[in-house]
């Protein structure tokens, strides 16, 4: 979709997520275009005239006329906006339309080359701050934050781990676990997979919070809320603990893959469902698809990273050969020159000394799974 930007005309803006993404230069583009596929939760607005030509499948909206023209609709609308414009301009721009910091959204400006994330406006009751520190982790940028005393020093729910590129399962207790949060609750931390580094304050974690690593150990303690990080599907007995908790997908599943030239895409997403599903694995912690370097431009595989957003590793057959592999095939290495593809290259990306799935031939493709293990 394409806003035509004229004074007096509110663009009718078309929301997915809580957080706004805007550029209005080349190489504010790009970064705004890697910022998103990692920062999950953004929509990403950008001038039409640097279109790629993949936006309406990504959903990113273009725009033409003055940035200044939309910046009302996204005050409205969004938690958070995320500017890649100079801060003299942003300043300008959002002066006439400030209302208070209980209503304004978080205002948040990244320079053209990524080297600064900077609070604008709501640090606080905005969460202009937070958001700040989350970015600025995911870009390795210096953040700025000149409020007197940034007192939260907490953990941004709706933020946890966007910077990592996990995903919230539901959004539906966002609410009520913040508060938990917030009012200094017992809270449980759940973390089964996924990054470690998510605290990032200069003090420890408050006494409110208990970490676990397994659900089982968490639901023989009581807690007011809880935010539980797993690729794993919860079994019945396990959902209790989200009766007010924060399901979160952290990217650690790596799909080792091959397939017969010309696999159609939907063959090829029929088998990882499938294979996720006997698994009891979340398609949500999916980060990619590992695969001999033959395949980088095998049209089923491209179309499936690109549905899914997923990365897309291709291997030399002599590294995937390096990898002690259970079962080495002299066919697959008369047509790959390499004696297997999906186990050694999911083990290759992953850097699992095991697999959660060795090996399953299933038609036309070929699947290994892997775990990456805790960073």
Request: glycine share 8%; with cysteine; proline share 5%.
């Given at each position: 979709?394409?806003?035509?930007?004229?004074?007096?005309?509110?663009?009718?803006?078309?929301?997915?997520?809580?957080?706004?993404?805007?550029?209005?230069?080349?190489?504010?583009?790009?970064?705004?275009?890697?910022?998103?596929?990692?920062?999950?939760?953004?929509?990403?607005?950008?001038?039409?005239?640097?279109?790629?030509?993949?936006?309406?499948?990504?959903?990113?909206?273009?725009?033409?006329?003055?940035?200044?023209?939309?910046?009302?609709?996204?005050?409205?609308?969004?938690?958070?906006?995320?500017?890649?414009?100079?801060?003299?301009?942003?300043?300008?721009?959002?002066?006439?339309?400030?209302?208070?910091?209980?209503?304004?959204?978080g205002v948040v400006v990244i320079d053209d080359k990524g080297q600064y994330v900077i609070s604008v406006l709501s640090g606080h009751l905005g969460g202009a701050n937070e958001l700040t520190k989350e970015v600025a982790a995911l870009l390795g940028a210096q953040p700025v934050i000149t409020t007197a005393s940034d007192v939260q020093k907490t953990i941004p729910v709706d933020l946890f781990g966007k910077r990592f590129g996990w995903e919230w399962e539901s959004a539906e207790k966002l609410t009520p676990v913040s508060a938990s949060v917030v009012n200094e609750e017992r809270v449980a931390i759940v973390q089964e997979s996924g990054e470690r580094g998510w605290w990032e304050h200069d003090r420890p974690l408050p006494g409110n919070f208990t970490c676990y690593s397994k659900i089982e150990e968490a639901l023989q303690h009581v807690h007011d809320a809880a935010l539980v990080i797993t690729h794993r599907n919860l079994e019945p007995k396990e959902e209790e603990i989200l009766r007010n908790g924060v399901l979160y997908r952290p990217k650690v599943i790596v799909l080792g893959m091959g397939c017969n030239r010309g696999t159609p895409a939907q063959e090829i997403q029929a088998v990882i469902q499938e294979t996720l599903d006997e698994l009891g694995f979340s398609i949500k912690s999916v980060k990619g698809i590992a695969t001999i370097d033959l395949k980088k431009d095998e049209e089923g595989l491209l179309e499936t990273v690109s549905k899914y957003n997923w990365n897309l590793t291709c291997f030399r057959p002599e590294e995937l050969n390096a990898i002690d592999i259970k079962e080495p095939s002299e066919t697959v290495y008369k047509y790959t020159g390499a004696y297997g593809v999906s186990e050694p290259a999911a083990r290759l990306e992953s850097g699992a000394e095991t697999l959660e799935l060795v090996k399953k031939k299933s038609g036309n493709v070929t699947i290994s799974v892997a775990v990456i293990p805790f960073q």
């Amino acid at each position: 979709m394409t806003y035509l930007l004229e004074e007096k005309v509110e663009p009718p803006i078309k929301t997915f997520h809580d957080y706004a993404l805007v550029a209005i230069t080349k190489h504010g583009v790009t970064l705004a275009r890697e910022l998103q596929k990692t920062f999950g939760g953004t929509d990403l607005y950008y001038m039409k005239k640097f279109e790629k030509g993949d936006e309406a499948e990504k959903n990113i909206q273009l725009f033409e006329g003055s940035v200044r023209l939309l910046l009302p609709s996204l005050f409205k609308h969004y938690k958070g906006i995320i500017l890649i414009i100079s801060l003299g301009a942003v300043v300008r721009m959002i002066a006439p339309i400030l209302k208070d910091k209980k209503t304004d959204p978080g205002v948040v400006v990244i320079d053209d080359k990524g080297q600064y994330v900077i609070s604008v406006l709501s640090g606080h009751l905005g969460g202009a701050n937070e958001l700040t520190k989350e970015v600025a982790a995911l870009l390795g940028a210096q953040p700025v934050i000149t409020t007197a005393s940034d007192v939260q020093k907490t953990i941004p729910v709706d933020l946890f781990g966007k910077r990592f590129g996990w995903e919230w399962e539901s959004a539906e207790k966002l609410t009520p676990v913040s508060a938990s949060v917030v009012n200094e609750e017992r809270v449980a931390i759940v973390q089964e997979s996924g990054e470690r580094g998510w605290w990032e304050h200069d003090r420890p974690l408050p006494g409110n919070f208990t970490c676990y690593s397994k659900i089982e150990e968490a639901l023989q303690h009581v807690h007011d809320a809880a935010l539980v990080i797993t690729h794993r599907n919860l079994e019945p007995k396990e959902e209790e603990i989200l009766r007010n908790g924060v399901l979160y997908r952290p990217k650690v599943i790596v799909l080792g893959m091959g397939c017969n030239r010309g696999t159609p895409a939907q063959e090829i997403q029929a088998v990882i469902q499938e294979t996720l599903d006997e698994l009891g694995f979340s398609i949500k912690s999916v980060k990619g698809i590992a695969t001999i370097d033959l395949k980088k431009d095998e049209e089923g595989l491209l179309e499936t990273v690109s549905k899914y957003n997923w990365n897309l590793t291709c291997f030399r057959p002599e590294e995937l050969n390096a990898i002690d592999i259970k079962e080495p095939s002299e066919t697959v290495y008369k047509y790959t020159g390499a004696y297997g593809v999906s186990e050694p290259a999911a083990r290759l990306e992953s850097g699992a000394e095991t697999l959660e799935l060795v090996k399953k031939k299933s038609g036309n493709v070929t699947i290994s799974v892997a775990v990456i293990p805790f960073q």
